[in-house]
């Protein structure tokens, strides 16, 4: 990998629109750029206005630019939504050599992958949980041992091929190339997980705009992924509806004075709610907003609760869970986590990166963080530059050859 290396991610929200700019030095990683804006163009996840989505991301992609005084070409761009599938597959394959080599292991996860898909969906990700040499198993890394047979354990993700084309043709009408689409829950996990809680069993909640994302790592590999298709618009929604206010209002008092355990919040606190219509303004106790958010709250964890119980995992989450995506920064959020899923829960924000660390810090950027993380691994993994063809200007450096690699053999 050259010296300083730029990476994008691209986290394409139901409430946002999110860029991310960061740069590979000796130290790690430093985030220089950083672009956000409001997201009108998709609905839970899904891209269901191209024209509104293309503006979002040019602008955000325009203010990530401007403030890392770079251009960007390529990214890894965030993919979610209730289409996104997850299930855990086996591989096998004979070991040409009787010693396991790279083109080994690039058969096996080929053989795992091969399920018989509908015309509408695709593989995203291939996701090593263990391999077998033979009878040996729990191997991480099986390159170089001697055996006649290799098994691969796996955890597929899938996605609904409509909606990754049309995350890439938005992204390609503003210009950009997508090296990779990444599943969001697996960008936050490599944000704010660390690797002794993905070790002892740990499952991650995103809860973002429109939808709920689930992953679950048990001996430091992915075991499940899924998507529950509520969020923090179903709170602003509600909060909207139940005070008889404009969304915009509701979307600010949310994030002023919501709190998701109506326990912690003193009986004489009051806010002020604007009325529609013209009507003046109201002031009611803090504690009637609160009525209304916790049983959203509520619904979803339990939602979460029952996902995590169908799963058979529930027993294997030494380290509990870990909240994370813009919806956990309401007051109280990890409180009641605790209480509804019988699990020690902490609130997660973007970790091990240098540079804006401190406008980055938050639970919101925490797949714009992953999605970079993410690509640098990618990069550090990726074959020696002789291996890889010249591309062309705009996409210049690591661009659509190693895409086209990694999905090659991924």
Same mark, same amino acid.
């Given at each position: ?50 024209? /509104? $989505?293309?503006? +979002? ?21 965030? %993919?979610?939504? /209730? ?30 992958? +091969? ?28 390159? &170089? ?35 990779? !689409? ?17 070790? %002892? ?12 994302? =689930? ?37 600010? %008092? ?16 009051? %806010? ?11 002031? =009611? ?29 529930? *027993? !294997? ?10 919806? $956990? ?21 973007? $970790? +091990?990166?240098?540079?804006?660390? *401190? ?16 690509? +640098? ?9 002789? *291996? ?6 705009? &996409? ?15």
């Amino acid at each position: 990998m050259s010296e300083n290396e730029i990476i994008a991610g691209l986290d394409l929200g139901t409430t946002k629109v999110c860029a991310i700019v960061a740069e590979v030095t000796d130290e790690g990683l430093d985030i220089i750029g950083i672009g956000s804006v409001p997201s009108k163009g998709l609905r839970k996840g899904v891209v269901v206005n191209i024209e /509104s $989505t293309v503006q +979002a991301i040019r602008a955000a992609i325009e203010q990530a630019e401007t403030m890392a005084g770079v251009e960007i070409a390529s990214v890894f761009a965030g %993919i979610a939504g /209730s289409h996104v599938r997850g299930l855990n597959q086996e591989g096998v394959a004979a070991i040409a050599t009787r010693e396991v080599s790279a083109e080994d292991v690039r058969r096996v996860l080929e053989q795992a992958k +091969a399920i018989p898909l509908p015309g509408d969906r695709q593989v995203i990700h291939v996701l090593p949980q263990e391999f077998i040499v033979d009878d040996q198993d729990g191997i991480r890394e099986p390159v &170089g041992m001697s055996g006649v047979r290799l098994e691969a354990r796996v955890h597929l993700v899938t996605a609904a091929s409509s909606a990754a084309q049309n995350i890439t043709k938005c992204a390609e009408r503003c210009e950009l190339h997508v090296a990779e !689409m990444v599943l969001e829950p697996l960008a936050s996990a490599e944000a704010v997980l660390s690797e002794d809680e993905k070790e %002892i069993g740990v499952a991650l909640i995103d809860i973002g705009g429109g939808t709920t994302d =689930l992953i679950i790592y048990v001996d430091g590999a992915v075991v499940h992924t899924s998507v529950i298709p509520i969020g923090g618009l179903n709170l602003t929604n509600d909060i909207a509806t139940g005070l008889r206010t404009p969304m915009a209002e509701a979307e600010r %008092i949310k994030i002023k004075y919501g709190c998701a355990a109506t326990a912690m919040v003193d009986d004489e606190e009051t %806010i002020e709610v604007p009325s529609v219509g013209g009507r003046a303004p109201r002031v =009611l106790p803090r504690q009637v907003l609160c009525q209304i958010i916790e049983p959203r709250v509520e619904e979803i964890f339990s939602a979460v609760s029952h996902v995590i119980a169908e799963t058979g995992f529930a *027993d !294997m989450l030494a380290s509990g869970a870990v909240i994370t995506g813009g919806t $956990t920064q309401l007051d109280g959020m990890p409180e009641l986590a605790e209480q509804i899923l019988g699990l020690p829960v902490r609130r997660g924000a973007p $970790t +091990a990166v240098g540079g804006l660390m *401190d406008v980055v810090k938050s639970p919101a950027y925490a797949t714009g963080v992953g999605l970079v993380k993410y690509g +640098a691994e990618r990069i550090r993994s990726a074959p020696p530059v002789e *291996d890889v063809m010249p591309v062309p200007a705009r &996409g210049d450096g690591w661009g659509s050859k190693l895409g086209q690699w990694f999905r090659e053999v991924f």
